[in-house]
Structure formats: C-alpha cells, structure tokens
C-alpha cells in the first residue's frame, strides 16, 4: 500500500515546497517509487524538479476538469496518467501544476463531493507507487483540504523563528475537522523544523515546539542553508545540486526517518 503524505501549513514561505521537492527526491532515492503531486497554483514543485511550466501540455488543473466532467457524463477524460511526467530523479515522477490551477478552487465549488476530486484523481494510480507527496498552497483553500481529504497523514513545515506556532492551532483544528467529516484515516505524521540557524531564539523555537508537541517533532531539523535556497533556480533537488551539502544531509536523514516510521 502507498503513504499518501500531504505537506501543508496556510503559512507562507516555511519550506513546504522545499521539503516535498527534496524529501520526495531523498525517498526515490532509496529505490521506492514516488509521486510529487504540486497542489499549488504557483506551481514551484513543478518547477523546482526541473519542469518548464511553458512547455506543460496539460498539468493537474485538466485533470481536475476531466474529473469534474466526468459526473456530467462528458466523453473528454484526461486522468492523471495521461499528466504525470518522468523527473531526471529516477524513481521519482511529477504531476504538475501552473497558475491556472487557481481556476480550479472557483469551479469546485458548486460540485457535489468537491472535497475529494484530489482522493478520486489519485485513486486509480496511488498503488503504483510507495509514496505520494502532495505539495500543498499557503492556505486553508479548497486545494488544501482536498490533499487533506486524498492523503493518509500530514507534515507540517515549521519555520524556526519567532512566530512558529502562530497558526498551528487553526491547522491542527482544521486536520481534526477533516479527519472528523471527511477522511478517518487522517493523521499526523510530524511536525518538522525547518531553516534553523545557531541562534538563541531559533534553539528556542526548537524547545518550544517540542515542550508543545513532543514526540510528533521529527528528531531531523533542517538548517537553513544558502545552498538548499539555490538549487530550484536549477530546477535541480538538492541531492543532484550538490549531494554533501548540510540541506542535503539533512533531507537524507529525514528520508530515513519517515522510512523508520512508516516502512
Ligand atoms: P509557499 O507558502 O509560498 O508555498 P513554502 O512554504 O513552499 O512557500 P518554500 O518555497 O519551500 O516555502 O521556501 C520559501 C523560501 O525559502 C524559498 O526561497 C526557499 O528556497 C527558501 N528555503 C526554504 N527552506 C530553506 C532552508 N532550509 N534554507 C535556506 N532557504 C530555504
Ligand atoms: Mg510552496
């Protein structure tokens, strides 16, 4: 059976696509086969594993449509196979995104079920694979709650400065309802610190978050490192960027880690 990971947090900027491009890259790594769903309209997993967004010829957004359609009877179908593309990682594969996924959030709205178009998109391919990522958006949107509704468990990235468990509550208010009305299974898989620099508050954050929320807190924190901010401007995961770096260890290990957890 497939680990159905979704990686979400509404806040902006904490690492989320950091994480699902390189953790997903880490697992392959080790010989599992895996799928990186981009379940943001900006579409930065996408390109972060080395896809021109330009030269996309249909990505998640058509697959939505298709799904939507589907329960009007219409003949045009496009399933996420048709859309999933091979990466430069081997064992690692993409389902893609760009912007015009935000049209997506205003035509689910008046569709019956619309929670779970991601769960009834993945259905048909999750045991293809022994691991799926989904990269969620920086809110609590309709995206969002549908990779909550489609995945198994979720990581959450939190930034180690100041403000890190701001928002926590909603987001953990938010898995409880969706675990409560719509997806059982739902659960959360870790907590994970991430862009963490020798300073006094970042060690700070470290031993607040884990007094809060103890063994949830992956024992890998990500540092921050300058290297792990270049790599997407090569559409490169950090193991191919440079393989010795500390953001590349860092991932390594947590790859490892959620190994440990789930197999
Ligand atoms: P959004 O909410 O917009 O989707 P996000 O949560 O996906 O953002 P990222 O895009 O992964 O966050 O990271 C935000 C920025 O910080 C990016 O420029 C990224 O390259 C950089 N970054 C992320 N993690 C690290 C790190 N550990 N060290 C250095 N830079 C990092
Ligand atoms: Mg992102």
């Not at 943001?40 to 972060?48: I, L, Y």
């Not at 799926?132 to 990581?155: C, E, K, W």
């Not at 309802?177 to 959360?188: E, F, G, I, K, T």
Request: glycine letters at 6%; charged letters at 20%.
């Amino acid at each position: 059976m497939s680990h159905i990971i979704v990686i979400a947090n509404q806040k902006g900027g904490v690492g989320k696509t950091t994480t699902a491009v390189n953790l997903s890259a880490c697992i392959a790594t080790t010989g599992k086969s895996t799928l990186l769903v981009d379940l943001d309209p900006q579409g930065n997993s996408t390109s972060g594993i080395g896809i021109d967004k330009k030269e996309l010829e249909a990505s998640l957004y058509d697959v939505v449509v298709s799904e939507i359609s589907k329960k009007d009877n219409a003949t045009s179908e496009i399933s996420a196979e048709n859309v999933i593309l091979e990466t430069q990682i081997e064992n690692l594969w993409i389902l893609p995104s760009e912007k015009n996924l935000a049209g997506a959030e205003v035509e689910l709205v008046n569709v019956p079920q619309r929670e779970f178009c991601l769960r009834n998109i993945l259905a048909p391919i999750q045991d293809e694979y022994d691991y799926i990522f989904i990269d969620a958006p920086p809110s609590l949107s309709l995206l969002t709650i549908n990779g909550l509704a489609a995945a198994q468990s979720v990581l959450i990235p939190l930034q180690c400065e100041y403000f890190a468990l701001e928002g926590l509550s909603e987001l953990l208010q938010t898995i409880i309802l969706v675990r409560d009305s719509l997806n059982n299974a739902l659960r959360l898989q870790g907590v994970l610190l991430t862009m963490f620099q020798l300073t006094n508050l970042s060690k700070q954050v470290i031993d607040d978050v884990r007094d809060h929320l103890g063994d949830k807190v992956f024992d890998t924190v990500i540092p921050r490192n300058v290297t792990l901010g270049e790599a997407p401007s090569f559409g490169m995961p950090i193991i191919e960027y440079d393989r010795a770096c500390a953001g590349a260890l860092a991932y390594s290990r947590l790859a490892d880690e959620l190994i440990e957890r789930n197999g």
